[in-house]
């Protein structure tokens, strides 16, 4: 079974700084997808960047980037120049890449994230 | 946009009672999802289902059961309420299929069960 960890529970950062939130994963599987999700306090979930794990290359979205590390099973999210509005609990998951079907998101337990004025 | 609804924010149930949890989507998704969201544990699949009347477990099936009678809408079913079961429940929906990863979400069901 796939898990995924977030070692940090709570992050704080200042305005305008830069934060980044770490993710670690297990897998047997070699083809997969990572997310990172954000949940602010109106409780709806918002995808904030994918990565697929064939790709080499990290994902960027604005001011989010990952540091995606296969071989170490990691993949943590850098926020730049954060903003008031990126306050919410982050959460990282992990799904599988099948031939077809469903499958349902392993999730972390969740980074809350403070921004500081 | 993709609009995943849920029927209500808020739900206060008494222990013992019959609870439906309902969820619309209104994309076309083949696959929902019904997740239990709890401080500290992050999001925990309960059951999912990629078909109309199909249905899978996730990790945490016990206590509850699901219903998909139309292909829009995937109903969660607690047959008889505890109060372990007062948490967070997010719907989530995808389509089907490897190359679409996407899920989305509704806006969350709080349960408290007295």
């Known amino acids: 079974a796939q898990t995924v960890t977030q070692s940090q529970p709570e992050m704080s950062v200042q305005e305008a700084e830069t934060v980044t939130l770490s993710c670690t994963y297990d897998?047997?599987?070699?083809?997969?997808?990572l997310f990172w999700y954000k949940q602010p306090p109106s409780r709806q979930m918002i995808l904030v960047i994918r990565?697929?794990?064939?790709?080499?290359q990290n994902a960027t979205e604005n001011r989010f980037s990952v540091n995606f590390q296969k071989a170490a099973k990691s993949f943590s999210l850098k926020i730049s120049d954060s903003q008031l509005g990126d306050a919410a609990m982050y959460f990282c998951?992990?799904?599988?890449?099948?031939?077809?079907?469903?499958?349902?998101?392993?999730f972390g337990k969740g980074t809350h994230l403070i921004i500081q004025p | 946009d993709v609009k995943v609804t849920q029927s209500s924010r808020y739900l206060v149930k008494r222990t013992g009672e019959k609870v439906f949890l309902e969820c619309v989507q209104d994309?076309?998704?083949?696959?929902m999802f019904w997740y239990r969201q709890d401080p500290g544990l992050g999001l925990r699949l309960i059951y999912f289902?990629?078909?109309?009347?199909?249905?899978e477990k996730g990790d945490i099936p016990e206590g509850y059961s699901v219903s998909r009678e139309k292909k829009e809408r995937f109903s969660l079913i607690l047959e008889s309420a505890s109060t372990n079961q007062t948490s967070m429940y997010l719907c989530a929906s995808s389509l089907w299929g490897a190359l679409n990863t996407e899920a989305f979400f509704g806006q969350g069901t709080r349960l408290t069960v007295v």
């Open positions: 990565q697929e794990a064939y790709k080499q």
């Open positions: 994309m076309d998704h083949e696959n």
């Open positions: 289902s990629y078909d109309v009347k199909m249905k």
């Open positions: 998951a992990y799904r599988r890449r099948t031939g077809g079907g469903a499958d349902g998101l392993t």
């Open positions: 897998t047997s599987e070699s083809d997969y997808y």
